[in-house]
């Protein structure tokens, strides 16, 4: 199956990282948000970290014009009628999401693959709901998109062969390295890395020992580039805690329950970087 016309839907931190990888691969990609400055803000975002990739002479500037040739906002999601390829990175909520790829069912071509980016929603539930499942399927980037090599490729149940095949080679189009997991919550990154993160939340909620601290033991004991509560601000706390629910509802596992202070934290506002203030304060 050629690929050439691709659309992400959900211009946020991931939805923009991956139309900027698409575009600096060389191909075609629409970049669609509900929300009219959302969508500026993602286009500036990969405008800003093309040009830095000039400076740090790692992209010429004839391929930085290249890439934002290739790259086009849109905030009308018929603009999916002439893609191959349509990647959802809208909220984690499976309510949103489902809405979403109804929507793209409807209005994208019959030959169109469409791809959630879920952290951890159920990929057999969001392909039950198009008239499409087999062309239904998991492509789970890392964040930041442009610097991350991995993408998690989840089958749902109805997911063809065809169609894993052909996200697969996408993938390695796209200079990163695919792993095949199958649809269970949390698939495998977010099985083992929210819980981890959990309870570096429930670590400091108990007054075991501080923010800074617990990041300081992670990071030079166990030598990961960065804290779990560095980490959690960076992914956002609002889909932290939609992970942590989607593991305690999907295993029915005490072991998998929300901090109640990392509820707490969300309904703050506080999410994290992108909202000024998580564990740590950004402004
Ligand atoms: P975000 O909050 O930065 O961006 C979400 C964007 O979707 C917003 O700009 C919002 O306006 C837009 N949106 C909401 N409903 C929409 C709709 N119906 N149509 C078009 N746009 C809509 O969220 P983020 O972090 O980019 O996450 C997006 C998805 O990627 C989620 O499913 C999340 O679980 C997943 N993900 C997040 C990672 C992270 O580290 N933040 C890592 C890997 C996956």
Known sequence: ??????????????????AQVFAQAGLRVKLNDLNEDALQKGLDGIKKRLTKAVEKEKMTENEKQQAFENLEGTTDLRAASDCDLIIEAVVEKM??????????DAIAPDHAILASNTSSLPITEIA???????QVIGMHFMNPVPVMKLVEIIRALQTSDETYEAIEQMTEKLNKTPVEVNDFPGFVSNRILMPMINEA????????S???DVDTVMKLGMNHPMGPLTLADFIGLDTCLSI???LHEGFGDSKYRPCPLLRQYVKAGWLGKKSGRGFYSYE
Do not use: W
Request: glycine letters at 10%; a neutral charge; aromatic letters at 6%.
């Open 1 to 18: 199956m050629l690929i050439n016309q691709v659309m992400v839907i959900g211009a946020g931190q991931m939805g923009a990282g991956i």
């Open 95 to 104: 309510e949103v999401k489902t809405k979403v790829f109804q929507s793209l």
């Open 128 to 134: 039950a709901v198009t008239k499409r499942p087999s």
């Open 201 to 208: 939340i429930y670590t400091v909620y108990e007054g075991v």
């Open 210 to 212: 501080s923010v800074e």
């Open 244 to 246: 942590m629910e989607v």
